[in-house]
């Protein structure tokens, strides 16, 4: 639960970061962590990318405006906001993952109620927070479900609406803009976009971590399970086998 994050919820994490790990372990490279370094300077964001990307995120906020009326960015710690978003959360993540694999547990409602729980309790501590992009009749558009410990930001899980109609508003950017925008007025110093490559996290990132899987003590065991980590890791990111072999990743995800 929750990657390389520890907190109450995530005690004896399986996932570190290539500065946290430790001699007497063995580990498997696991992914990139792409993630962005925040600056209070005046102009910091702004000098991320051209005049042309930032005129079309405008744009595009104003056509959506113009089309289905204003949009509504909002930051929610309190337990009636989650509870109302959380929900539309679990079927928005559903209906962008219903056709492809993905070994996340919020896929049914027992394994997301456990993140949902942890939501209301982590943020209730200031560990935690949900971002949602909405429209005037509070229909969920974009949301990151982020974590947060010592100054950094872990945008945990993040999915935009799909339906086709939406697309040409890049409702993933604008929400990013935006919570970037809170992430820096509210003086955090980083924003960890999390395991994976995906486009939006290369766009917006300007450093990257390396994440490693803990295989084990350096013993016969260990080494063991350090190598079938690797094959199982060969097959799950090659776009060739991953489809076919998604019940074989199932079961090594409880094995190992």
């Not at 009326?69 to 929610?76: A, K, M, N, Q, R």
């Not at 929900?87 to 993952?97: A, I, K, P």
Request: aromatic share 20%; proline share 2%; net charge positive.
């Amino acid at each position: 639960m929750f990657d390389y994050v520890k907190n109450q919820y995530n005690m004896e994490p399986l996932l570190f970061l290539q500065n946290d790990r430790s001699e007497s372990f063995l580990y498997v490279k696991y992914a990139a962590s792409p993630c962005m370094d925040l600056s209070p300077k005046q102009g910091f964001l702004r000098s991320m990318h051209k005049k042309k990307f930032w005129y079309n995120i405008r744009r595009s906020e104003k056509f959506f405006n113009d089309k289905y009326g204003e949009l509504h960015f909002d930051v929610l710690k309190d337990k009636e906001g989650l509870v109302f978003f959380l929900d539309q959360v679990y079927t928005l993540f559903n209906s962008r993952w219903s056709k492809e694999y993905t070994s996340f547990t919020w896929k049914n409602k027992e394994g997301f109620e456990k993140y949902k729980t942890a939501m209301i309790d982590l943020s209730a501590q200031d560990k935690a927070f949900l971002a949602v992009l909405y429209d005037e009749n509070k229909r969920l558009l974009s949301y990151g479900y982020c974590l947060v410990e010592e100054g950094v930001v872990y945008f945990y899980q993040h999915t935009t609406i799909i339906q086709e109609k939406y697309r040409k508003y890049s409702l993933g950017r604008v929400f990013l803009n935006q919570l970037i925008k809170y992430c820096i007025d509210s003086k955090y110093k980083k924003i960890d976009f999390m395991t994976g490559n995906s486009s939006y996290k290369k766009e917006w990132s300007n450093n990257i971590n390396y994440i490693y899987r803990l295989a084990g003590r350096k013993n016969f065991i260990g080494y063991i399970k350090k190598y079938l980590i690797k094959i199982k890791y060969f097959f799950q990111f090659n776009r060739l086998t991953r489809p076919v072999l998604k019940s074989v990743f199932k079961v090594m995800d409880r094995l190992l």
